[in-house]
């Protein structure tokens, strides 16, 4: 598999990342992609995990989900620049990642102290062009100039159809890199249906709170391959988790299997294609 080096000189021997997200797709996704370019990747699931892992390691960048459970990436992001926290770099570069890249969530990520935002799901070259203005150069500074922000132009709102499996566009977000592609759909099949089975679960025992967690989830992996019919429903349910509605959430896991199950046709379609 083809790796995309860097334009950049980083540290000796390979920049290392933290990577902040609850969701294992998108963790797989992050790792992989800073895999490609010759980065070490560590992933953990929530800020609290990611405060223990900035105290026992020197990392060079920590990309942060936004909405996590146990501690959220704003509370994390304060508690590393809080200079008395035991992290080991207050001055880490921190880069938000969000599925939700509207303006109040760039500036709450701002306010938190950090550095800039990535929207989910992310695009290759997006993050590289973020690695190359926050890696630390050779002599320890980075490119970008603290507290500036660049500009996202995946952030807004993607303005297509309810498209089962957008192929088109999960391979741009990946630079055509099919065995990237491969990688990450593989992992959507594995991890999806346990992640299903949990909505249904938290649903039927009436955790509406729960069912916001999990379908917020949901949504935000399914977003990675361009499935937008269930990444959709991820949303309403979502919602209606909100608003404890749970006829809606119950009228919502009630169409959950067959969105699983086309998108699941469409992605082993894919697999078999490239195989």
Not at 12 to 39: C, E, K, S, Y
Not at 137 to 145: I, N, Y
Not at 153 to 167: H, K, N, Q, V
Request: include cysteine.
């Amino acid at each position: 598999m083809a790796t995309h080096p860097l334009p950049i000189e980083i540290r000796p021997g390979g920049a290392r990342i933290l990577v902040v997200d609850d969701n294992i797709i998108n963790q797989h996704v992050a790792a992989a992609m800073l895999t490609r370019f010759g980065l070490r990747a560590d992933s953990v699931a929530n800020g609290q995990e990611a405060l223990q892992a900035l105290t026992g390691l020197l990392y060079d960048l920590v990309l942060m989900d936004v909405q996590m459970p146990v501690m959220d990436g704003l509370e994390a992001t304060r508690r590393v620049r809080n200079p008395k926290s035991s992290v080991l770099n207050h001055r880490i570069p921190i880069i938000a990642m969000t599925a939700n890249a509207v303006p109040g969530d760039r500036d709450r990520s701002l306010h938190a102290g950090m550095n800039d935002f990535i929207a989910k799901p992310l695009q290759i070259q997006r993050l590289a062009d973020l690695l190359e203005a926050w890696l630390p150069r050779e002599g320890g500074a980075s490119s970008a100039t603290t507290g500036s922000v660049t500009r996202d132009p995946s952030s807004a709102p993607l303005e297509t159809g309810l498209a089962i499996f957008d192929r088109e566009r999960f391979l741009a977000c990946l630079g055509e890199d099919r065995g990237l592609a491969r990688e990450i759909l593989r992992a959507i099949l594995n991890n999806l249906p346990g992640q299903i089975d949990e909505l249904r679960a938290r649903i039927e025992s009436r955790d509406a709170a729960g069912a916001v967690l999990v379908a917020h989830k949901i949504q935000g992996g399914i977003g990675t391959v361009g499935g937008d019919a269930l990444a959709a429903l991820a949303r309403d349910l979502e919602r209606a988790g909100r608003l404890s509605d749970f006829a809606a959430l119950e009228r919502g896991l009630a169409e959950l299997p067959q969105h699983h199950a086309r998108l699941r046709e469409a992605m082993e379609a894919e697999l078999n294609r490239e195989a």
